[in-house]
């Protein structure tokens, strides 16, 4: 291999893992993490990512936890017929098969934080713990930004979403 090949694969392997979060080696890792507030002066907010597991064993995300929160739950949405969505904690956790990815994302599955004890603050960045059944805890950073744009669909009221 030159050593251009060399410089570019190189480089390639840094821009696809730019933002990435491993979990200690175990092949598991979140990519792409935000967080953002539910709304201005929100007590909620969310966290989305892409959950990849590069091993050769299954997994499954069975917790999050967060210090910027009084309460911090796996939640997806659910299809209520007519338009209508509704928002619930998914039990059980979420698989994430060995070699495949699993999309956190508004609208779908996404770590809710309820009663925050800070704001989530454009710019700032929170720490997150992902409690997985395989490879245990894993804490990873997640910038705030609260500008970003859903991808598809929406992320739905938060507002009913408070431990006070």
């Not at 508004?106 to 309820?114: C, F, N, P, T």
């Not at 713990?129 to 938060?158: M, Q, S, W, Y």
Request: charged share 20%.
């Amino acid at each position: 291999m030159s050593v251009t090949s060399k410089f570019l694969a190189a480089a390639a392997a840094t821009a696809m893992l730019s933002g990435a979060a491993f979990a200690d080696g175990m092949g598991l890792m979140a990519k792409d993490a935000y967080a953002r507030a539910a709304t201005p002066n929100a007590k909620a907010g969310a966290a989305f990512m892409i959950l990849m597991n590069h091993s050769d064993q299954d997994d499954r995300l069975i917790a999050a936890k967060s210090d910027v929160a009084k309460k911090v739950e796996l939640h997806t949405h659910i299809d209520q017929g007519e338009g209508v969505m509704k928002m619930t904690e998914i039990e059980g956790g979420i698989a994430i098969a060995a070699g495949e990815m699993h999309m956190m994302q508004r609208g779908g599955d996404h770590v809710m934080l309820m009663g925050l004890n800070q704001s989530l603050i454009q710019g700032n960045t929170i720490k997150v713990t992902l409690v997985f059944e395989n490879a245990g805890e894993v804490e990873i950073e997640v910038p705030v930004d609260n500008e970003r744009k859903a991808k598809h669909g929406g992320h739905g009221d938060h507002s009913g979403h408070s431990s006070d």
